[in-house]
């Protein structure tokens, strides 16, 4: 039997053992550290607790903690890092319970536990801002209708939402504009003469989708579409006064007026309360004083029908027809479209609107708004405005309150630049001489002795408004500096804006530090030099 054994094992060498220890060797210690892996992962999933046995504790006992654990003196404790207060075994920072005795750590704080829990909303997007019409007459625009219902009727009648008095080829009842989300349909109402769009005749009660910058043909009434899809895409555009406009059938213009820029008015008009994220109307008259009560009364029809009309005017020869006036309204956290407005000419009364919308970090407080009136590059009025802000979801009621701010042109600017800018210092002077302004003229004067005298200092006192041409020259202008410290003085004496800076090129010189905490307007070039072109 011995020797069969031995015919099929052969004696073991020390090479074949040395083999095949090694060959044991790979094939336990994988499986070993699968094994470990395993008891680990169990205990770091099921904490032990902190006493054994499963006894309950007895009301009024204390529990007694488990001895320490003694490892063998073998085993190396890290050097570095926390450890358990029971074991003493090496645990993570992030570590609830110790991952050998089970032993909670820390306490998970209900900060923590919240943060967790909570998914962040994001801010609600301003909603889309609405289409509108407008309304044309031999190539002049006579309305602008922004388009904010969900129906709106256009024919001839004056009970028509857009009425086009006066229009014999235009039926009483004649179309009906339909908004469907973004979407907007026209329709014609059955009407005598056909409506038109593009040129091409629509098929009575058939809906049409209007796209932007199509022309609707209604009677002798061009209406042109525009919707755009950005903010950016909505241009600054050069808005002419027509000679002769009717508001229904009253003819309100008052039989003489006074045409001088000396009686140039400005009203702002706004809502008393606004909602974050939501697109809202902020409309800006510009008049004469004689127009001043029957803009007030537009203003108050306004407030009623929440509509625009057609301005009335009686063909006055135009102010300023070379000179653009330029609106510029700025304030933190609120989004303007457009960013400015410039026209030029005004015959009595012309009113020009904004559409803007507020943040959702004045929630809660009242919303500061600032308007710059230009005329050329000189700074002629500034409107303060102030609404209340409110959640985008809380209901508002449906005739919100509007609030009006009125201010006059303001004669005495005292006009600061340096003298190496020599482009300003003509529009000015061109500016001045326009409005027949005398006070800028005798600043100029003054200016160009290039020195502080009581004389000039008597200017600065008498001025309404002080503003700074902020340039490279400018910063670097020591009689300059020496002007605008001045008037910085009388701003701190009056605790309101007097001295106010503009820049024109792009970016502009970084201001000293005095002057750091002053909100510089940009006046862009074109709104002063070139009055054919009013567009950004």
Not at 278 to 305: C, G, H, M
Request: hydrophobic share 40%.
């Amino acid at each position: 039997m011995g020797t069969l054994l031995l015919q099929v094992f052969p004696p073991l060498t020390v090479e074949m053992i040395l083999l095949l220890a090694v060959l044991l060797l790979i094939v336990l210690i994988p499986i070993l550290a699968f094994l470990l892996y395993i008891v680990q992962k169990r205990d770091r999933e099921t904490p032990v607790p902190a006493f054994s046995g499963g006894e309950q504790l007895a009301s009024g006992s204390v529990p007694v903690a488990a001895e320490p654990l003694q490892l063998h003196s073998s085993t190396p404790l890290p050097v570095e890092g926390p450890h358990c207060p029971r074991c003493g075994a090496w645990v993570r920072p992030d570590d609830v319970f110790c991952m050998m005795c089970g032993y909670r750590l820390r306490e998970e704080s209900p900060q923590e536990a919240e943060t967790e829990r909570v998914i962040p909303v994001p801010p609600p997007e301003p909603e889309p801002l609405p289409a509108r019409l407008l309304v044309k007459l031999e190539g002049q625009v006579l309305q602008e209708h922004v388009l904010l219902h969900r129906l709106t009727s256009i024919g001839r009648s004056s009970k028509n939402m857009i009425a086009l008095t006066g229009d014999k080829v235009a039926s009483r009842h004649h179309a009906m504009l339909a908004r469907e989300g973004e979407r907007y349909l026209l329709t014609d109402e059955g009407s005598l003469n056909g409506t038109f769009i593009n040129g091409k005749k629509l098929i009575p009660h058939r809906s049409y989708t209007l796209q932007d910058g199509m022309l609707i043909r209604i009677g002798s009434h061009e209406l042109q579409f525009e919707q755009p899809k950005r903010i950016e895409d909505l241009p600054t555009v050069i808005q002419q006064v027509p000679e002769e406009i009717f508001a229904g059938t009253r003819k309100t213009t008052p039989r003489e007026v006074s045409a001088s820029p000396a009686e140039l008015f400005f009203t702002a008009v706004f809502p008393r309360e606004l909602s974050a994220a939501t697109w809202e109307t902020l409309l800006i008259y510009s008049y004469l004083e004689a127009f001043r009560e029957y803009v007030f009364q537009e203003i108050e029809r306004f407030q009623i029908e929440r509509r625009r009309f057609p301005l009335a005017t009686a063909g006055l020869p135009a102010l300023l027809q070379t000179s653009n006036i330029t609106l510029v309204p700025e304030g933190e956290g609120i989004h303007f479209s457009p960013k400015r407005l410039t026209f030029k000419g005004i015959e009595g009364v012309h009113c020009s609107s904004f559409s803007f919308a507020v943040n959702q970090q004045w929630v809660g407080c009242r919303v500061p708004c600032t308007l710059s009136i230009y005329i050329g590059p000189l700074l002629v009025a500034r409107l303060k405005m102030t609404s209340f802000c409110l959640e985008a979801t809380q209901q508002r009621t449906s005739h919100v309150p509007l609030e009006r701010v009125t201010t006059r042109i303001a004669r005495k600017v005292y006009p600061a630049y340096s003298f190496n800018d020599t482009m300003i210092a003509r529009a000015c002077l061109e500016t001045a001489q326009a409005l027949h302004f005398a006070f800028p003229l005798e600043v100029e004067a003054v200016r160009r002795r290039r020195a502080i005298t009581p004389e000039l200092e008597h200017k600065i006192a008498e001025a309404d408004l002080f503003q700074l041409f902020w340039s490279s020259y400018a910063a670097q202008s020591d009689f300059l500096t020496k002007e605008w410290e001045l008037a910085l003085r009388k701003q701190s004496e009056l605790r309101q804006d007097f001295l106010c800076p503009v820049y024109w090129d792009v970016p502009p010189p970084s201001p000293v530090p005095r002057l750091a905490s002053l909100s510089f307007s940009y006046l862009p070039v074109y709104t002063f030099l070139h009055p054919e072109t009013g567009i950004e």
